[in-house]
T-cell receptor
Framework: GESVGLHLPTLSVQEGDNSIINCAYS??????FIWYKQESGKGPQFIID?????DKRQGQRVTVLLNKTVKHLSLQIAATQPGDSAVYFC??????????FGAGTRLFVKA | DAGITQSPRHKVTETGTPVTLRCHQT?????MYWYRQDPGHGLRLIHY???????DKGEVSDGYSVSRSKTEDFLLTLESATSSQTSVYFC??????????????FGSGTRLTVV
């Protein structure tokens, strides 16, 4: 499949453990944040989003935390499964179609 | 990816030749985008469209042009391909509240190699 990043930060977790993937965003005016998952050979897939008026949002097995004070975003995946192995990246939006995508973190899940 | 298809999936072309990539959506979304993805970089916006015949440049638009003659189709053209345009190209669609999107739906990508 396509190489989405040869030198990405990597996180390796045991199946069943929780995973935490971090992202530092750049623009303090950004007001909308999204996490995407990208599997090898596929396009990025929307996982969960959060707006700046919230600091936590939960989905199915995923939670996003937003800390605007330090411009930090995290994605928590509960009970990580082999199918969660992928590259995860965050995106920030501050309006005007200026979406900034992070380079991503590669998650390996060990069976 | 449901509702959005890109063609071709893979292409090898020679330096100096024109290349056109196609994106087709069935979601009737107003906004369409072309991004490129390279190792060590996040997705970078090439061009986007906010309606039929309404397009604008992104951060890496040099050497690329786009056209949108119908809501469902967004074409990306490399007028004269160069090796620096070897990349994976993604089309995306979204809706918007006028200030931010509601997130993107991406196509499966086109891997373009310029030799």
């Amino acid at each position: 499949g396509e190489s989405v990043g040869l030198h990405l930060p990597t996180l390796s977790v045991q199946e069943g453990d929780n995973s935490i993937i971090n992202c530092a965003y750049s623009n303090s005016a950004s007001d909308y944040f999204i996490w995407y998952k990208q599997e090898s050979g596929k396009g990025p897939q929307f996982i969960i989003d959060i707006r700046s008026n919230m600091d936590k949002r939960q989905g199915q097995r995923v939670t996003v935390l937003l800390n605007k004070t330090v411009k930090h975003l995290s994605l928590q995946i509960a009970a990580t499964q082999p199918g969660d192995s992928a590259v995860y990246f965050c995106a920030e939006e501050g309006g005007g179609f200026k979406t900034i995508f992070g380079a991503g973190t590669r998650l390996f899940v060990k069976a | 990816d449901a509702g959005i298809t890109q063609s071709p999936r893979h292409k090898v072309t020679e330096t100096g030749t024109p290349v056109t990539l196609r994106c087709h959506q069935t979601e009737n979304h107003r906004y369409m985008y072309w991004y490129r993805q390279d190792p060590g970089h996040g997705l970078r916006l090439i061009h986007y469209s906010y309606g039929v015949k309404d397009t604008d440049k992104g951060e890496v638009s040099d050497g690329y042009s786009v056209s949108r003659s119908k809501t469902e189709d967004f074409l990306l053209t490399l007028e004269s391909a160069t090796s620096s345009q070897t990349s994976v190209y993604f089309c995306a669609i979204s809706e918007s509240n006028g200030q931010t999107t509601y997130g993107y739906t991406f196509g499966s990508g086109t891997r373009l190699t310029v030799v």
